[in-house]
Nanobody, 117 residues
Framework: QVQLVESGGGLVQTGGSLRLSCAASGRTFSTHAMGWFRQAPGKEREFVASMRWANGDTYYADFVKGRFTISRDNAKNTVYLQMNSLKPEDTAVYYC??????????WGQGTQVTVSS
């Protein structure tokens, strides 16, 4: 199993920035990719960004391209999500996940991001 602990959420004004962190522990060698989903009230969970562990390839949802950046620190088994130019519609609970091939993915507990207008 892989345990994920997120941090960095909070309240920010429109146009502001936040950086989310997700620290992985446990059987991290089984991780193929890590990334972020988000879920706003009354909406389904949606993909935000991810990074392949083997080659560092990154993927983004269209609605965050140019504003959010995913990065990692291999030594700390941590993935980050730098969020700039935040909008009220970015308000959601952000969940970190670890993709583990044929194994079930691991999920963090979520961190709240609130963008005020």
């Amino acid at each position: 199993q892989v345990q994920l602990v997120e941090s960095g959420g909070g309240l920010v004004q429109t146009g502001g920035s936040l950086r989310l962190s997700c620290a992985a522990s446990g059987r991290t060698f089984s991780t193929h990719a890590m990334g972020w989903f988000r879920q706003a009230p009354g909406k389904e969970r949606e993909f935000v960004a991810s990074m392949r562990w083997a080659n560092g390839d990154t993927y983004y949802a269209d609605f965050v391209k140019g504003r959010f950046t995913i990065s990692r620190d291999n030594a700390k088994n941590t993935v980050y999500l730098q969020m700039n130019s935040l909008k009220p519609e970015d308000t959601a609970v952000y969940y970190c996940y670890a993709e583990r091939g044929i194994l079930a993915p691991s999920w963090g507990q979520g961190t709240q991001v609130t963008v005020s207008s």
